[in-house]
């Protein structure tokens, strides 16, 4: 089994990413990395498949994670983490962006203001703590939107996130995770779906070298 990877990027973070799962990083390097994942996978493919059909479906994959990439550049995401590899013999559909949100407080209003009116605006979140710093914890359930793009029902949890500030107010990261689980989002599958992210977020820690 493939090692768990220790996953590191510019702007001060480590994340630590189950076996299977792989980095796309979304300011430089994305299109390496997409082509990476394809190669490794139609290599995979080409053990059992015809030639023509290895093809068709890099040619897909290719499709969805372009796809999968201007979406998270869209929420001006830095990282974009996706599994590439079946888990129990199955490839999951979900998906973990990281990122970097810089706003500066105004008006006199502290980041310990923002996170209680976040608290206090959504029924869905709750306090938590990520790596030392104060975080809020936001869980959803998104019916399904065909003019959207959305053919399923998904699950979204969100770690929005303090980043260490020694005076300036340095901003926020947050970390979404989104998956279909099994078609249900309120399922047993999804659930340890949602568990697994929640460990995941165990290991974030801020890069201070």
């Known amino acids: 089994m493939t090692p768990p990877t220790d996953t590191r990027n510019a702007f001060g973070y480590t994340l630590i990413v189950p076996p299977g799962w792989t980095r796309i990083p979304l300011r430089e390097g994305t299109q390496d990395a997409v082509k990476k994942i394809v190669d490794e996978a139609a290599e995979r493919l080409s053990h059992d498949l015809p030639r023509d059909k290895v ?14 990439v201007k979406e998270a550049q869209r929420r001006d995401g830095v990282d974009l983490y996706l599994p590439v590899e079946p888990m129990h ?19 006199g209003v502290g980041r310990q203001d923002v996170l209680t009116q ?6 869905d979140s709750e306090p938590a703590e990520v790596a030392g710093s104060a975080a809020v914890r936001k869980e959803r359930t998104v019916d399904a939107d065909p003019e ?13 996130v303090q980043v260490p500030s020694s005076g300036a107010d340095t901003g926020w990261v947050v970390v979404s995770f989104s998956t279909i689980g099994d078609g ?6 999804t659930d340890i779906l949602v568990e697994l992210f929640d460990a995941v977020m165990t290991t974030f820690r801020w890069r201070t070298e």
């Not at 093809?55 to 999968?68: D, G, I, P, Q």
């Not at 053919?151 to 929005?160: G, L, Q, T």
Request: hydrophobic content about 40%; overall charge neutral; charged content about 30%.
């Open 148 to 160: 959207k793009g959305a053919e399923a029902p998904s699950r979204h949890v969100d770690y929005i």
């Open 184 to 189: 249900d989002p309120k399922g047993d599958f």
């Open 89 to 107: 013999g199955y490839l999951i559909a979900a998906s973990i962006i990281v990122a970097k949100i810089d706003t500066a407080t105004r008006d």
């Open 55 to 68: 093809t068709e479906a890099r040619l897909e994959l290719y499709r969805r994670l372009h796809s999968s």
């Open 118 to 123: 976040l608290l206090t605006n959504s029924a």
